[in-house]
């Protein structure tokens, strides 16, 4: 059984996001999403529990795919549920960099038992990220190119209760 660990703030989810699963369990038997309380992100949006009960909703009726809520750091959380790597996303050059020096971390801090598979966005997702949907949805922008929308709802609620 091969399983990979996605870990993400996900603060939304994105359609970007979901490219990256749907890649992920093409090429595996599991993929365990894995939203994680980061500390040194600002406040996000939505809390951590919302942000897993969202992703649940997502992918309520995909068997290979599963959600979990993770702190500290995610190479752990692969080694503890067996994963055989760590998924991440690439837009483009910008991400690279970031990504590069987060998977070395990710094999020093496991011996060199992880490594790092990434997937590209397809080219209708290139572009979107959580801050950007965020910044167009506060300027009262439609979101529906980016988020399901289960998410676009949810942030419309949310919003309405921060009045
Ligand atoms: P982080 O884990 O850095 O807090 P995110 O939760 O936004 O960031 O993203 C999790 C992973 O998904 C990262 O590897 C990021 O590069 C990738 N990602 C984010 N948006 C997209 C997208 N539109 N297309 C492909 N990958 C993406």
């Known amino acids: 059984m091969r399983r990979v660990l996605y870990p993400g703030s996900f603060d939304p989810m994105t359609k970007g996001h979901m490219n990256i699963v749907s ?3 093409e090429l595996f038997d599991e993929v365990i999403i894995a939203v994680m309380r980061n500390r040194s992100k600002k406040e996000p949006f939505f809390s951590f529990e919302e942000r897993l009960e969202l992703i649940q909703k997502l992918y309520e009726h995909i068997d290979k795919v599963k959600v979990i809520m993770g ?6 959380l692969a080694i503890l549920h067996q994963c055989s790597a760590i998924v991440r996303g690439l837009r483009g050059l910008s991400d690279y960099d970031y990504e590069v020096q987060l998977r070395q971390f990710n094999k020093d801090f496991s011996d060199d038992a992880m490594n790092s598979v990434f997937f590209v966005a397809d ?4 572009f979107i990220s ?5 910044e167009a949805f ?10 399901e929308p289960v998410v676009r709802d949810a942030m419309i609620e949310k919003k309405r209760l921060l009045r």
């Open 123 to 126: 080219k209708d997702y290139q």
């Open 138 to 147: 506060f300027l009262d922008k439609s979101i529906d190119k980016y988020v």
């Open 23 to 25: 890649q992920a369990s």
């Open 71 to 76: 702190s500290g750091a995610a190479v752990d």
């Open 130 to 134: 959580s801050t950007g949907v965020k």
